[in-house]
C-alpha cells in the first residue's frame, strides 16, 4: 500500500486522492436565485442525504481563491434553493452548467434548460429532472484550515418532493427508469450498470 500524509500534499494532491476514491458520487444540480433575480444552476457532487427525519440533504461547495460559489452566495441568501437529480437524458445539458459564469449570466438559458414554478418555495426547479426537492436552508459550517475558508457546507430540509410518476412504483423509486448518472474522477461519469442484492443479517 502506498501511504500519503495529506498535511504534506498540496490541496489539489488530496483532491485527486479524494475524488478518484470515493465513487461513484451522486450528483446534484441545485437552481438558486440572485439578489438581481437571476436563476443560477450549477451540479455538485460532494451531495447526498443527512437524514430522513426530517428529510435533509447536504451539498458542498467548494470556494475557488477564497470566494464563495454564486450557488452558496444565493443561498446563504434567501435561504432556499432545488435540488435536482442529474440522469441520463438530462447529463449534457447538465454538464453546460458548470462553465464558470459572472453571476448576472444565468447557467439555465444558457444550457436551454426549462423552468418550473416550485410549490412552497420562490426559487424555481428545471422541468428536465425527474426528481426535483424543493429545500429551505437548515444550516450553514464555513470549513476550513489556517484562517482560510475552503468549503461552504449547506444543509437544506426538503420542504417538497416532485417525483416523475414514470420512476414512482409502489411508493419506491425505480432506479431502472430513474437511470441516474453519478461522478467519477475527471470528466468521466457512471451509470447504475450491474446491480446485485445482499441482504443484511437479522
Given amino acids: 500500500m502506498l501511504s500519503f500524509d495529506p498535511n504534506n500534499n498540496t490541496e489539489r494532491e488530496n483532491y485527486k486522492l479524494l475524488i478518484g476514491s470515493v465513487v461513484p458520487r451522486p450528483i446534484a444540480f441545485v437552481t438558486s436565485v440572485a439578489e438581481d433575480g437571476t436563476v443560477n444552476g450549477a451540479p455538485f457532487s460532494y451531495f447526498n442525504i ?3 427525519n426530517p428529510p435533509l440533504l447536504s451539498v458542498s461547495t467548494q470556494r475557488k481563491n477564497g470566494m464563495m460559489k454564486d450557488t452558496a452566495r444565493n443561498i446563504m441568501g434567501n435561504k432556499q434553493f432545488v435540488v435536482h ?21 444565468s447557467e439555465i438559458e444558457k444550457a436551454n434548460l426549462t423552468l418550473v414554478e416550485s410549490e412552497r418555495i420562490s426559487v424555481p426547479g428545471v422541468k428536465e429532472a425527474k426528481v426535483r426537492f424543493e ?6 459550517v464555513q470549513l476550513g484550515e489556517m484562517d482560510s475558508i475552503g468549503t461552504d457546507l449547506l444543509i437544506g430540509k426538503v420542504v417538497h418532493f416532485h417525483i416523475d410518476e414514470e420512476i ?9 427508469t430513474l437511470a441516474a448518472v453519478s461522478r467519477l474522477a475527471g470528466s468521466n461519469y457512471a451509470k447504475i450498470g450491474e446491480v446485485f442484492s445482499i441482504e443484511r443479517p437479522k
Avoid: F, M, W
Wanted: glycine share 2%; with cysteine.
Fill in 85 to 105: 437529480i442529474v440522469d441520463e437524458q438530462n447529463a449534457r445539458k447538465i454538464n453546460i452548467t458548470a462553465a464558470s459564469l459572472p453571476p448576472q449570466i
Fill in 168 to 176: 414512482y412504483e409502489n411508493g419506491r423509486i425505480n432506479h431502472d
Fill in 135 to 140: 429545500c429551505t436552508l437548515e444550516h450553514s
Fill in 50 to 52: 443527512v437524514s430522513s
